[in-house]
């Protein structure tokens, strides 16, 4: 993994990009695992993929979605491998907002409006990445729950076994493929005045099962909210089941990887399986 900071940054825009290589530039905190992200200037962002992550599959699918209430970005060029740095990397425009944090005050009809609208898009897209049946996953959630039932972590692991088993018997999709985000992490939803405004990171979205994008009713939202955000989408049982299935699967998979290293992602699993009924309030 190269060294991703403002000297990098400046080096590949002074190369590729120089009208904007003289603009301020500023690392961005984030507990993403995906991208380094600085702000440069007052309307952009460069982000540097920290694998070899498709940037250019992400245009495609950003230029292809219209009609959504909420921001999304903009990319405004997509450079070269150069400097050291091995993968292409993008400049996107700035998106106004704070990061959601789970547990509080989330808009919960305001996701489900932009889960709708995003649903209704009829581009041509890709395979999304959790847009596949939940037994896709089903050694991985198996392991980690043995794994994390190993640790120090206050967790009920019957308890897990037993939401997983009812995700995998629950009725597939047999609905036509359509768009889902796929990662409606809390910190890819961005809040203005507890409105949601903008949701950040497509590398992820595509075409698939809904049930993915029922994901943040666990990971953002409490049961105080869930069930608005459950109510405007009208979704069945089936679909619900195979939702939680993937909350939990993402909860169970991340704690035990990124307990030590990365205080955002392990908090928001802990929350998720709190949520779930597998660890103590």
């Given at each position: ?16 990009f ?14 993403g ?18 694998s ?25 060029a997509v ?21 959601a ?35 896709t ?28 088993a ?6 597939q ?47 953002l ?45 392990s ?14 309030a």
């Amino acid at each position: 993994m190269p060294v991703t900071d403002t000297a990098l940054v400046r080096r590949l825009l002074r190369g590729q990009f120089p009208a904007w290589a003289d603009r301020p530039v500023t690392p961005l905190a984030s507990g993403g695992t995906v991208n380094d992200v600085f702000r440069l200037g007052d309307d952009l962002t460069v982000r540097l993929p920290r694998s070899a992550e498709d940037v250019v599959q992400e245009r495609r699918i950003l230029n292809a979605l219209s009609g959504l209430p909420m921001a999304i970005p903009v990319v405004a060029a997509v450079g070269e491998p150069a400097e050291g740095y091995p993968w292409p990397w993008a400049v996107h425009g700035w998106l106004d907002g704070e990061p959601a944090l789970e547990g509080r005050d989330a808009p919960a009809r305001e996701l489900a409006e932009f889960v709708t609208a995003l649903r209704a898009n009829t581009a041509d897209g890709p395979p999304a990445y959790r847009g596949k049946p939940v037994a896709t996953v089903d050694r991985a959630a198996r392991g980690a729950i043995d794994e994390l039932s190993r640790t120090d972590e206050p967790f009920d692991a019957a308890a897990a076994s037993a939401l997983w088993a009812s995700a995998l018997a629950a009725p597939q999709w047999t609905g036509p493929p359509c768009w889902v985000h796929s990662d409606l992490m809390p910190s890819n939803l961005l809040l203005h005045d507890g409105r949601l405004t903008g949701v950040l990171d497509w590398a992820t979205a595509g075409l698939g099962d809904p049930a993915c994008d029922l994901i943040p009713a666990w990971n953002l939202l409490t049961a105080a909210t869930r069930p608005a955000f459950r109510d405007a989408l009208d979704v069945d049982d089936a679909t619900w089941a195979r939702g939680r299935g993937w909350a939990l699967a993402m909860a169970v998979i991340q704690l035990p990887y990124y307990r030590h290293t990365n205080p955002v992602i392990s908090a928001n699993a802990r929350h998720v399986l709190t949520q779930l009924g597998c660890r103590p309030a």
